[in-house]
Nanobody, 128 residues
């Protein structure tokens, strides 16, 4: 059974940092395109970052303009986990964060429709 499980969310003050984890089971993350998305209350789910499969340029990354320079996506093939390191957090980063996988296509995109497996989400709250 293919499964994604996010963890690492929590409450952090503005300017703080968090690292989210996305652990996969039932498939190999390095062979999949992985995306991080977030959904704030009353807003659409939006793409935050993504990383291609290792077969596509060794794993290219992409970021939404709103997080570029603050967030970093990475992959640990040994533990089959993708991370999202979030620095300089702002209140507007508050949302439920989801990871998603496309197990067929290697390139990554910031569109929800590209992904066929999703985790359950982890809450990130940035507040003083």
């Amino acid at each position: 059974q293919l499964q994604l499980v996010e963890s690492g969310g929590g409450l952090v003050q503005p300017g703080g940092s968090l690292t989210l984890s996305c652990a996969a089971s039932g498939f190999t993350l390095e062979d999949s395109a992985i995306g991080w998305f977030r959904q704030a209350p009353a807003k659409e789910r939006e793409g935050v970052s993504c990383i291609t499969s290792i077969s596509v340029s060794g794993g290219d990354t992409n970021y939404a303009d709103s997080v570029k320079g603050r967030f970093t996506i990475s992959r640990d093939n040994a533990t089959n986990t993708v991370y999202l390191k979030m620095n300089s957090l702002k209140p507007e980063d508050t949302a439920v964060y989801y990871c998603a996988a496309n197990t067929v296509q290697g390139p990554c995109h910031m569109a929800r429709i590209w992904y066929d497996y999703w985790g359950q989400g982890t809450q990130v709250t940035v507040s003083s």
